[in-house]
């Protein structure tokens, strides 16, 4: 179609236009396309509308508002630490080109069937160290106009990019954090002498400020907390425009909370417990039988968290806190059975006697943590003969058993208080 049959076409629509229902949708864009090739008709440019920016004449920057970001799906590898999310995004902006009057052409919007008909931004993603480019694409749909030349869109979006498993030490409750960026890109249907750096300049982003949603209809959590950033966008005119926003995962299975805890805890109330059995070799019982128990958790862990140890440095604070159980176990039992060795030890000579005195209060305060009258009695036939000063020996090491057994107590409680 030429110059002047595009002119006299654009003229017999306008002429028929009555109504809303009788018009073409194309008279518009017959009526546009004529007056923007009036005006660049001299570039030398096809198709002006769909093939340069609104302001490509004034070379002022158009301004791509992002409405609202919606989320719909998104796909975690909780081994190589990278995420996929698909969703859409709606984006407004002003093309002066394509403004029309009411009055004369019978309608206030018009939805644009094709995007070859007028000019669209086009995105690649992302400037990000850690993008995956070749899991990323966009497709702009739904695109519509408005008599005061402002066009909107929907932008469908699939990104992917690796997160970040900083917290991972507060597994099953920890947190990945994944970024992802956009920036405008070049359109390939330009004339060669349309540059990307100028392609670049002309394009600002701005963010509505609202944060990013989540589609009722089509997202699933899949036993994980979303929550999503305040998109912003650059404000450096120095630098190419960008649109920048964070994902928030965090773990929200109960399930796994309650394989990894309720072991841990049963362990530590057993351990705390242990002091209450009296005798200490019923005490050294209970610590083996603990001690078996606790291994048994670790390898519960070892199954549950050693596949997402691979690219993490952080130790889980269950697992520190099983360790440090562990650990205060294995010392409070070899305490236990040296001073169950002690009381065996044959003696002659009597204690001292602040040691006595200092035992029995000791006994007489912790007196639940102490051996039985009848326990004391049998392990005093069986132990070989030593005067009548056994009886005070066995006194004085199951009072230091006790103030023993208590302080480990106290340490075990705190490092749980300094752990969690």
Same mark, same amino acid.
Request: some cysteine; hydrophobic content about 45%.
């Given at each position: 179609?030429?110059?002047?049959?595009?002119?006299?076409?654009?003229?017999?629509?306008?002429?028929?236009?009555?109504?809303?229902?009788?018009?073409?949708?194309?008279?518009?864009?017959?009526?546009?396309?004529?007056?923007?090739?009036?005006? /660049?008709?001299?570039?030398? /440019?096809?198709?002006?509308?769909?093939?340069?920016?609104?302001?490509?004449?004034?070379?002022?920057?158009?301004? *791509?508002?992002?409405?609202?970001?919606?989320?719909?799906?998104? +796909?975690?590898?909780?081994?190589?630490?990278?995420?996929?999310? !698909?969703?859409?995004? +709606?984006?407004?902006?002003? %093309?002066?080109?394509?403004?029309?009057?009411? %009055?004369?052409?019978?309608?206030?919007?018009?939805?644009?069937?094709?995007?070859? !008909?007028? =000019?669209?931004?086009?995105? *690649? $993603?992302?400037?990000?160290?850690?993008?995956?480019?070749?899991?990323?694409?966009?497709?702009?749909?739904?695109? +519509?106009?408005?008599?005061?030349?402002?066009?909107?869109?929907?932008?469908?979006?699939? &990104?992917?990019?690796?997160?970040?498993?900083?917290?991972?030490?507060?597994?099953?409750?920890?947190v990945y954090k994944c970024c992802f960026s956009l920036e405008p890109q070049a359109n390939p249907a330009l004339n060669a002498h349309v540059t990307t750096h100028f392609l670049e300049d002309i394009i600002e982003f701005d963010a509505s400020g609202l944060p990013i949603f989540t589609d009722p209809k089509y997202f699933r959590d899949y036993g994980w907390k979303v929550s999503g950033t305040v998109p912003q966008a650059l404000e450096d005119p120095a630098q190419v425009a960008q649109l920048g926003f964070c994902l928030n995962l965090q773990r929200a299975s109960s399930s796994v909370r309650i394989e990894l805890t309720v072991p841990m805890m049963v362990c530590a109330l #057993?351990? @705390?417990?242990?002091?209450?059995?009296?005798?200490?070799?019923?005490?050294?019982?209970?610590?083996?039988?603990? @001690?078996?128990?606790?291994?048994?958790?670790?390898?519960?862990?070892?199954?549950? /968290?050693?596949? !997402? @140890?691979?690219?993490?440095?952080?130790?889980?604070?269950?697992?520190?806190?099983? +360790?440090?159980?562990?650990? &205060?176990?294995?010392?409070?039992?070899?305490?236990?059975?040296?001073?169950?060795?002690?009381?065996?030890?044959?003696?002659?000579?009597?204690? =001292?006697?602040?040691?006595?005195?200092?035992?029995?209060?000791?006994?007489?305060?912790?007196?639940? #943590?102490?051996?039985?009258?009848?326990?004391?009695?049998?392990?005093?036939?069986?132990?070989?003969?030593?005067?009548?000063?056994?009886?005070? =020996?066995? $006194?004085?090491?199951?009072?230091? !058993?006790?103030?023993?057994?208590?302080?480990?107590?106290?340490?075990?409680?705190?490092?749980?208080?300094?752990?969690?």
């Open positions: 179609m030429t110059y002047h049959a595009t002119e006299m076409s654009a003229y017999y629509y306008k002429s028929r236009a009555t109504s809303a229902d009788e018009l073409d949708p194309c008279q518009y864009m017959l009526q546009n396309l004529t007056s923007s090739k009036m005006g /660049i008709y001299r570039l030398g /440019i096809p198709h002006p509308i769909a093939s340069v920016p609104p302001n490509y004449l004034s070379r002022q920057p158009v301004n *791509i508002k992002f409405n609202q970001i919606t989320l719909q799906h998104f +796909e975690l590898n909780e081994f190589l630490k990278d995420v996929a999310i !698909h969703g859409y995004m +709606e984006l407004s902006w002003m %093309d002066d080109r394509l403004q029309w009057s009411r %009055d004369t052409w019978k309608m206030e919007k018009l939805q644009i069937q094709s995007l070859n !008909h007028v =000019w669209i931004p086009l995105f *690649i $993603a992302q400037n990000y160290d850690t993008h995956l480019k070749n899991g990323d694409a966009f497709e702009i749909r739904r695109v +519509e106009t408005s008599s005061s030349g402002n066009v909107s869109a929907v932008l469908a979006f699939s &990104l992917r990019t690796f997160c970040d498993d900083s917290d991972f030490e507060n597994y099953p409750d920890d #057993l351990f @705390l417990l242990t002091p209450f059995l009296g005798a200490i070799r019923i005490q050294i019982c209970a610590k083996f039988f603990i @001690l078996v128990l606790q291994f048994l958790t670790f390898i519960l862990f070892s199954n549950r /968290i050693s596949p !997402h @140890l691979g690219s993490a440095a952080a130790t889980p604070k269950l697992l520190r806190f099983l +360790e440090f159980s562990v650990t &205060l176990n294995g010392f409070s039992l070899a305490a236990s059975i040296f001073l169950w060795a002690c009381t065996r030890i044959r003696r002659e000579l009597p204690p =001292w006697g602040q040691l006595v005195q200092l035992s029995s209060f000791v006994n007489r305060f912790l007196c639940v #943590l102490q051996t039985h009258a009848a326990d004391d009695d049998e392990d005093s036939e069986k132990a070989p003969a030593g005067g009548n000063y056994q009886k005070d =020996w066995t $006194a004085a090491f199951i009072a230091v !058993h006790a103030l023993t057994m208590s302080v480990l107590s106290i340490i075990f409680v705190f490092g749980y208080l300094f752990l969690f």
